[in-house]
């Protein structure tokens, strides 16, 4: 795969000599977190201001997925660069890829993949504390956000495969709420109709525990349409979280 550099950065990144790997490899910053060093390598993620914008930095060395495609393993930056655009090309909400390329040492593979931050924006779970205390409008209009991303998202033939709230960005506007996906990496075809979306969405549900019935209802509702069997949905996926924890 040829280096990627996104047309709308392009000028920006000429400015600041980031144009090519090797200069946001040896680019001295900070990391936000620990390394990931779950996969053997190492994976880190570092903030980078450009002035009038600002993105992720993630770099990895041997920090590899296998699969069927791949059965010896490629960066899981490649995988989430694919999906990524992926998710570009089918109209799909999610964060945008500024540039990614990877390169084949000897005994190492390494990967630099470069996102525009989410400045403005804010993840579920930060709204979920103070869920109580929200207007009703406002929570009405983040069920329905959620709900919709999810309907684009299945409706488009995607699996999210790690729904959770933490990776659901928010932001509001004068009509309501926009919402948009991160974290692609584990994102598949959805190859088995209702039961891959409601694995889909149960650890959604799961997690936003703060929700009531009622509100569950208003975000599948805006999930399946008005007119679906809102119960049947609401049944599978509630036997799906008891399972999930009679297993802890």
């Known amino acids: 795969m040829s280096d990627f550099i996104a047309a709308q950065d392009r000028a920006l990144l000429e400015r600041h000599g980031l144009t090519s790997f090797e200069a946001l490899w040896t680019l001295q910053l900070e990391a936000v977190d620990e390394p990931n060093t779950e996969r053997g390598g190492w ?143 584990k994102t598949r075809p959805l190859l088995f109709g209702q039961r891959d979306r409601i694995k889909d969405l149960e650890p959604l549900l799961r997690r936003a525990c703060v929700w009531s019935e009622a509100e569950v209802g208003l975000l599948l509702a805006a999930y399946l349409g008005e007119t679906a069997d809102l119960g049947c949905w609401s049944e599978r996926l509630d036997a799906r979280r008891r399972n999930k924890e009679a297993r802890r």
């Open 43 to 185: 994976s880190s993620v570092y903030r980078l201001d450009l002035g009038e914008a600002a993105f992720y930095l993630k770099r990895q060395s041997n920090h590899l997925t296998r699969s069927l495609l791949h059965p010896f393993g490629e960066p899981t930056f490649a995988r989430e660069f694919r999906n990524i655009r992926r998710y570009a090309a089918l109209g799909i909400p999610a964060l945008h890829a500024a540039f990614f390329a990877e390169r084949k040492l000897p005994g190492e593979r390494r990967a630099v993949l470069l996102t525009r931050a989410l400045d403005g924006w804010q993840d579920l779970d930060a709204w979920l504390p103070g869920w109580a205390a929200l207007e009703e409008t406002r929570r009405a209009a983040i069920l329905k956000a959620c709900g919709e991303l999810a309907r684009r998202l299945h409706q488009a033939g995607q699996m999210h495969g790690c729904f959770y709230p933490k990776h659901v960005f928010l932001r509001e506007s004068a009509e309501g709420f926009e919402a948009q996906l991160i974290d692609l990496e």
